[in-house]
């Protein structure tokens, strides 16, 4: 398993160099699953291959997130609070939840609650925060984890990973096996990821790193970039640019406005573009054998040889040095040029 990263590290800095309200440890071998709620508050969590299960929270004024005194914290804490930090079972519960009804004079003496949770690699978790950040890392596991707003920073995660934010970032890196991630309207980045991976952002750009599977990556509205797919890539975007390169991968990509720029290293099993209203740019690798079926508004490329089939300024229809991969480009009302490398 890939230890910490800095980025991980550096994203729980703002926990861990306070002193924390709480610190409990756990033995190792009773701890199975993790379950961690809080309102407003972080959750980090770090896979550790020896030492005990330990929880370290940490407590903030709601209003300016202050820093409180441990006897300030306390107050608070009785007067709005309920704190659980125990084993239920196999499963360490870690839980900040509010006490009745909230109104603005509520919350400004409210706290924000936040755990740093330390367990083994293999602890399965269900995570939820109403507001704060989550970051896992170095977990083996079922992971399920959700926040309302904030981002989710994610690392050296193997299993299967579910998790979504109703309007933060999402970011992978790592990782693998079966991943499925979602953003209200963050962006979303993975780097050195393999498996079986879904991310979906209803207005976020995409952002692919070195990732290797079965991808389906979506946006609404954002961008499209990727570097270094192999495997099945399927993406979308339903007004943003995309922009593909260094590709050894089946693929589908579509975009109902923008741009589309695709450079093939080595061709998958088929290549399916489609633009509703802009140009399409494709590379693809010289001397194979290729079916092209590409109808559009106008149609470049440099010289063919062995073609055999139909062709005009708006549509090719024909095999390529005796027919191969299926290459269907659809250009609408743009224009496609197409080039061998």
């Known amino acids: 398993m890939i230890a910490c990263g800095t980025q991980v590290l550096l994203a729980a800095a703002q926990d861990s160099i306070e002193t924390p309200y709480l610190v409990k440890t756990f033995p190792r071998d009773q701890v199975k699953q993790l379950r961690s709620q809080t309102s407003g508050g972080n959750i980090h969590v770090f896979g550790q291959t020896t030492g005990d299960a330990k929880v370290e929270v940490y407590v ?5 997130g202050r820093n409180l005194t441990h006897d300030e914290a306390q107050q608070r804490l009785d007067e709005s609070t309920e704190l659980t930090v125990a084993m239920n079972g196999g499963t360490l519960e870690t ?3 509010r006490k009745g009804n909230w109104d603005d004079d509520n919350w400004r003496h409210g706290v924000s609650v936040s755990f740093v949770i330390y367990v083994p690699e293999a602890v399965s978790s ?6 704060g950040n989550i970051h896992l890392s170095d977990l083996t596991g079922t992971e399920t984890f959700s926040t309302s707003g904030g981002n989710l920073h994610l690392q050296g995660l193997a299993g299967k990973i579910n998790g979504t934010t109703s309007g933060g970032n ?3 890196s790592d990782s693998k096996d079966d991943i499925d991630l ?28 070195n990732v290797k599977g079965m991808i389906h990556a979506t946006t609404s509205g954002g961008h499209v970039d990727g570097n270094g797919i192999d495997g099945e890539l399927r993406t979308s975007t339903s007004g943003g640019n995309i922009h593909l ?20 290293k080595k061709t998958g099993k088929f290549v399916e573009l489609e633009n509703s209203g802009g140009n399409i740019h494709l590379t693809l690798p010289g001397g194979q054998g290729y079916n092209l079926a590409i109808p559009a508004d106008k149609i470049q490329s440099e010289k063919l040889t062995n073609f055999s089939g139909t062709m005009d300024s708006h549509n090719w229809d024909g095999t390529l040095n005796g027919g191969g991969i299926p290459i269907r480009v659809r250009g609408n009302s743009g224009h496609v040029t197409l080039n061998f490398d």
């Open 60 to 64: 903030h004024s709601n209003n300016g």
């Open 95 to 97: 839980v900040a939840k």
């Open 126 to 131: 269900d995570l939820q925060t109403s507001g």
């Open 170 to 172: 999402v970011t992978i």
């Open 182 to 209: 979602r953003t209200s309207g963050g962006n979303m980045h993975a780097t050195n990821c393999q498996g079986t991976i879904s991310m979906e952002t209803s207005g976020g750009n995409m952002h692919l790193d």
């Open 245 to 264: 390169d260094n590709l050894t991968c089946s693929l589908n990509a579509s975009t109902s406005g923008g741009s589309i720029d695709v450079t093939i």
